[in-house]
Nanobody
Framework: QVQLAESGGDLVEPGGSLRLSCSAPGYTLGYYGMSWFRQAPGKEREGISCISSDNTYVYYADSVKGRFTTSRDSRKLTVYLQMNNLKPDDTAVYYC???????????????????WGKGTPVTVSS
């Protein structure tokens, strides 16, 4: 059982930046397509980004495109979500998830994930 752990959530002012991390102690994430989701209070969980297991394909939802960047370290132990120009609408609990899909594609689909982290809260407020 792969246990994912997110970190890096915080309170930040509008226009600020945060970097979230996702890892699974004892496991390499290189075999999985990795996704980031977020869930704001009263809203459904939203898939915002994913990266293929070979790092050749990255997807972004329109709501974050141009502001967020997903990457994976060279040893494939950690996946990152760099969030810039944060807005109050970005306030949510952010989750990483692993998809058992090896290759050059991924899908930030709630129903396609095999493993989930417990989430890290991000609050954007002045």
């Amino acid at each position: 059982q792969v246990q994912l752990a997110e970190s890096g959530g915080d309170l930040v002012e509008p226009g600020g930046s945060l970097r979230l991390s996702c890892s699974a102690p004892g496991y390499t994430l290189g075999y999985y397509g990795m996704s980031w989701f977020r869930q704001a209070p009263g809203k459904e969980r939203e898939g915002i980004s994913c990266i293929s297991s070979d790092n050749t394909y990255v997807y972004y939802a329109d709501s974050v495109k141009g502001r967020f960047t997903t990457s994976r370290d060279s040893r494939k132990l950690t996946v990152y979500l760099q969030m810039n120009n944060l807005k109050p609408d970005d306030t949510a609990v952010y989750y990483c998830a692993a998809q058992m899909l090896h290759g050059s594609t991924c899908a930030a689909d709630v129903n396609a994930m095999a493993y989930w982290g417990k989430g890290t809260p991000v609050t954007v407020s002045s």
